[in-house]
């Protein structure tokens, strides 16, 4: 995120913490690991959403939201053009339901979800009628593959679930950068450098260092 110009340091901690809590990734050894709901959400946004996921746009923003802060750029306008081509956006993926999306992530990860068999070795092997399908289920509980001719056939092949990863996932994960400057103490004239986060037990905490004639301390606080 750094390298693209997306966030600031101060967010990075909060991002990881959002992917993990909505169970997108999985921390394995200190590696962040995409689980398949973190798949899905990302190829329907990047389906639906292309110019808003992409990470040039996000880059541009922050770019003009210094702007705005500086005031080079008149927030009213921006904001308006944002507007615009988001509602669009919206207004396009307001045109598609649960079934055309369905289809839209069955073909964007077929070989995930159907590794063995092909389109034509996917009939129902309960009723031999329907075609074993991906599915969201209608309560917000997961993904499945089932049959088609749900309900009148509820054979399910099998569930999709991120629930034998939950057990792995670290609960603290230390998250280092280089140091920033990140200003000056206004009655010492000490910088104050950024050194890393580490998140823990719903905390985060903030180490820095500042430094000085006689040398350079580290100070920790917690939000």
Same mark, same amino acid.
């Given at each position: 995120?750094?390298?693209?110009?997306?966030?600031?340091?101060?967010?990075?901690?909060?991002?990881?913490?959002?992917?993990?809590?909505?169970?997108?990734?999985?921390?394995?050894? *200190?590696?962040?690991?995409?689980?398949?709901?973190?798949?899905?959400?990302?190829?329907?946004?990047?389906?639906?959403?292309?110019?808003?996921?992409?990470?040039?746009?996000?880059?541009?923003?922050?770019?003009?939201?210094?702007?705005?802060?500086?005031?080079?750029?008149?927030?009213?306008?921006?904001?308006?053009?944002?507007?615009?081509?988001?509602?669009?956006?919206?207004?396009?993926?307001?045109?598609?339901?649960?079934?055309?999306?369905?289809?839209?992530?069955?073909?964007?990860?077929?070989?995930?979800?159907?590794?063995?068999?092909?389109?034509?070795?996917?009939?129902?092997?309960?009723?031999?009628?329907?075609?074993?399908?991906?599915?969201?289920?209608?309560?917000?509980?997961?993904?499945?593959?089932?049959?088609? *001719?749900?309900?009148?056939?509820?054979?399910?092949?099998?569930?999709?679930?991120?629930?034998?990863?939950?057990?792995?996932?670290?609960?603290?994960?230390?998250?280092?950068?280089?140091?920033?400057?990140?200003?000056?103490?206004?009655?010492?004239?000490?910088?104050?450098?950024?050194?890393?986060?580490?998140?823990?037990?719903?905390?985060?905490?903030?180490?820095?260092? *500042?430094?000085?004639?006689?040398?350079?301390?580290?100070?920790?606080?917690?939000?």
């Amino acid at each position: 995120m750094e390298e693209l110009g997306i966030g600031r340091p101060s967010t990075y901690a909060s991002i990881m913490r959002v992917l993990q809590d909505r169970k997108y990734v999985t921390v394995k050894s *200190r590696v962040l690991h995409p689980e398949f709901r973190g798949r899905m959400v990302s190829a329907f946004l990047s389906h639906l959403f292309s110019e808003i996921v992409d990470y040039s746009f996000t880059a541009n923003m922050e770019t003009e939201l210094d702007n705005i802060s500086a005031g080079s750029t008149e927030w009213k306008g921006l904001l308006k053009d944002y507007w615009e081509r988001l509602s669009k956006y919206c207004g396009d993926a307001s045109q598609w339901d649960v079934r055309k999306v369905e289809r839209m992530l069955e073909e964007k990860f077929r070989p995930i979800l159907f590794p063995d068999l092909d389109t034509d070795s996917r009939i129902c092997p309960s009723c031999s009628e329907g075609t074993l399908r991906f599915k969201v289920s209608r309560y917000g509980e997961g993904s499945f593959i089932g049959c088609d *001719r749900h309900p009148k056939c509820k054979y399910i092949a099998r569930t999709l679930s991120d629930e034998d990863d939950e057990n792995e996932t670290s609960e603290q994960i230390p998250r280092s950068f280089e140091p920033r400057l990140l200003g000056i103490m206004p009655d010492t004239s000490e910088k104050v450098l950024f050194l890393s986060v580490c998140m823990a037990s719903g905390f985060i905490y903030f180490s820095g260092w *500042r430094g000085s004639e006689g040398g350079i301390s580290e100070k920790s606080s917690s939000f």
